[in-house]
């Protein structure tokens, strides 16, 4: 005796919380995975280069995923968005990104992270350093607002 399989298609929006899944997605869309790839990798502050170098993958992949590739390699998605600082919904374009959102210069904070592994005194220096530019900066805007 055979069991019987039943489909039910009348469920097919799955529901879980307030996330709804589409049952199709726009296709007409017409920024493609890589553009917006590059976009969010100049968003980010990388080169096609710097952006290898961080990831493991070789620049010449990089530059076939944006320029080439129809669809995202599935096993980098996480190492992308993770460098990428986005998320997968917007890398794939099922959720547009927010671009309002005021984001962090990726660039700066990388350097912020090369600078904590550095010895106390190299730190202190560095530290007097960017104190003695954002006073600078202070001093130029109380000058400006006389």
């Not at 129809?70 to 671009?99: C, M, Q, R, W």
């Amino acid at each position: 005796m055979k069991n019987k399989i039943l489909v039910d298609n009348a469920t097919h929006n799955f529901t879980r919380g307030n996330v709804v899944m589409p049952k199709k997605l726009d296709l007409n869309n017409t920024v493609s995975f890589g553009q917006r790839m590059a976009k969010f990798r100049h968003a980010a502050g990388y080169s096609q280069r710097d952006l290898a170098k961080e990831t493991g993958i070789s620049q010449r992949m990089i530059a076939y995923y944006e320029k080439q590739a129809k669809y995202p390699p599935a096993h980098l998605l996480p190492v992308l968005v993770k460098f990428l600082g986005t998320t997968a919904d917007e890398l794939l374009g099922i959720k547009k990104s927010e671009n309002g959102r005021k984001k962090k210069d990726m660039r700066l904070w990388r350097r912020f992270s090369q600078i904590e592994n550095l010895n106390t005194r190299e730190k202190r220096q560095i530290l007097q350093l960017l104190d003695t530019f954002i006073e600078k900066e202070g001093l130029q805007e109380k000058i400006g607002n006389i």
